[in-house]
């Protein structure tokens, strides 16, 4: 009986169950080598998208839902560069396929936001009636003015198209349809 208690005795004080408190000094084990991030690196910058519900900014968007009636329209801010400005903007090497191979890079946001729309908003599509091209830079979408009765039955068509919006105070007050071939 004295053999299996002084036994479990030594199992204890072995295993460090002693009565002397931890050495917190120690230092942690190392981390991999491959985890640890280098220090000389930079973040690499990520997109970052519109906050249309306050104070003014411009974004393209995809539009899910559109209501004139109630002044409101349901958008998701999206990223719509060209392969260039977007290779350049998030510093991705030259010989990426968006670089080199895509015109426009787009990216969404996954996120759905409720937008009032100004009484005073303007909208813009990117060809006019007689069939020319109205565009300065297709990341502002279209310059030929539109009623907002002609946005509408387009929209009816396009669920879910890009439209470059711009917002002031929160409201959009300017809708311009996008190009995308």
């Not at 030594?10 to 991999?32: K, R």
């Not at 220090?39 to 974004?59: E, H, I, M």
Request: charged share 20%; proline share 9%; net charge neutral.
């Amino acid at each position: 009986m004295k053999r299996k208690l002084l036994a479990v005795l030594l199992v204890l004080v072995a295993g460090g169950c002693g009565t002397n408190p931890p050495d917190v000094s120690a230092s942690p084990p190392p981390v991999p080598a491959s985890s640890a991030p280098a220090a000389s690196r930079k973040p690499v910058p990520q997109p970052r998208f519109a906050d249309l519900t306050q104070g003014s900014t411009t974004s393209v968007v995809k539009m899910h839902g559109y209501d004139p009636e109630n002044a409101s329209a349901v958008v998701e801010p999206i990223i719509f560069m060209t392969g260039d400005a977007y290779c350049r903007a998030f510093k991705i090497k030259r010989t990426d396929g968006r670089c080199v191979h895509a015109e426009y890079v787009t990216e969404e946001s996954h996120t759905k936001v409720t937008v009032p729309i100004a009484a005073t908003v303007k909208y813009y599509t990117w060809e006019d009636s007689n069939g020319d091209v109205c565009i300065d830079a297709p990341e502002k979408g279209g310059t030929c003015p539109m009623t907002e009765r002609e946005f509408a039955g387009w929209f009816k068509l396009n669920k879910e198209a890009m439209v470059a919006v711009a917002t002031e105070n929160g409201e959009l007050t300017r809708m311009a349809v996008v190009y995308t071939p």
